[in-house]
């Protein structure tokens, strides 16, 4: 199957982006949105961000000028996807909204086409369940801005066929992105679930006073090298954002709670950047970096949240949602890491990490204990670099 033709519903900041990828590998898009001014307010994006790459000698300016050509605009959805060969939403993260409109685009969209949701954590079974074509409907997971981050996604529904999976994963190649399969609908997917867990339980120790916003961004700082620290990275990201995953998790995910700390920040309109002000303030709307003092790094282990990351990831790879490459490979491109949690743990020593484990479900109870692979691989004294061997072999 050649995809020759795609809509992208919404033109926003994530469906402006990948109309633009879109365009540049070729095909004709047609990009729709609620309102004129809307789809409008994506195609003058889409022409900055071209002409900024014509700029720097990555494309040329015939290439740019013929790239923004290939987009459409359309406000009518039935019109936005009438003889295209693949469809894919990225409206709001509201799932009853997304299930409409499948329904909607199911009635519409030629039978032959795919249909594939850019949603980052809600389930793809459930909006497939919206349509006759359970079979076609796929997530297509890109990360902010897809222009820019290399990372997509594919998530199985559990209807989902070997062969939508296959042309999803070669889109994403044309695309210039490198595809990780998710074999399971799981919640968060691969990058979300392996990170919003342990970050979920740091906000929990900020919120029961037991360290301050800025002893944990020093500790993440300076002690683990993390460019932005872990609030400074919410507010980079969009403290909204990580609300709306996180109160996600709590709805399908048993024994994981929620931390008040985001949405007391929402309620607020503290958003972060965008907003001017979240954890930290930015009078410009712009980011800067955080200057925090060596000294508030002494209190916290900014490796607690990698520790609760390495359990997640371990449970994925034990319940086949991923292979332990692809998930290590998500997390990397994901979040811009040097290395994913499993060459971490390698490299920390998985009774380490273990160990580590026992003490933070000792305090915060049994959601944090090992993960049975872990434990497996502790008897096995399958321990990482130290014994040559652990996820991976070392020689």
Known sequence: MEIKKVAVLGAGAMGHGIAQLAAM???????????????????????????????????????????????????????????????????????????????????????????????????????????????????????????????????????????????????????????????????????????IIGSNLVHWMVYNGEYTVEEVDAAAIHKAGMPMGMFGLLDYSGIDIAYSVAKFMEEREPGFKACPLLEEKVKKGELGVKTGKGFYTYPEKKWVPLDLPFEKAEKFDPFIPVYVGVNVAAELLRNGVASKEDIDKALKLGFNLPMGYFELADSIGIDVVVQKLKEISAKYGPFYKPSPLLEEMVKKGELGQKTKKGFYTYE
């Open 25 to 195: 590998a070729g095909m004709e898009v047609n990009l729709r949105d609620i309102s004129d001014e809307f789809v409008q307010a994506g195609i003058d994006k889409i022409k900055w961000s071209l002409n900024k790459m014509a700029e720097k000698g990555k494309i040329s300016q015939e290439d740019a000028e013929a790239a923004l050509k290939r987009i459409h605009k359309f406000v009518s959805l039935p019109d936005a996807v009438k003889g295209v060969d693949f469809v894919i939403e990225a409206i709001p993260e509201k799932l009853s909204l997304k299930k409409e409109t499948f329904a909607e685009v199911d009635r519409n969209a030629p039978k032959h086409a795919i249909l594939a949701s850019n949603t980052s954590a809600l389930p793809i079974s459930e909006m497939a369940s919206a349509t006759t074509r359970p079979e076609k409907v796929v997530g297509m997971h890109f990360f902010n801005p897809p222009q820019l981050m290399r990372l997509v996604e594919v998530v199985r529904g559990n209807k989902t066929s070997d062969e939508t999976v296959r042309v999803t994963v070669e889109l994403a190649k044309k695309f210039g992105k490198e595809p990780v399969v998710v074999n399971k609908d799981v919640p968060g997917f691969i990058a979300n679930r392996c990170t």
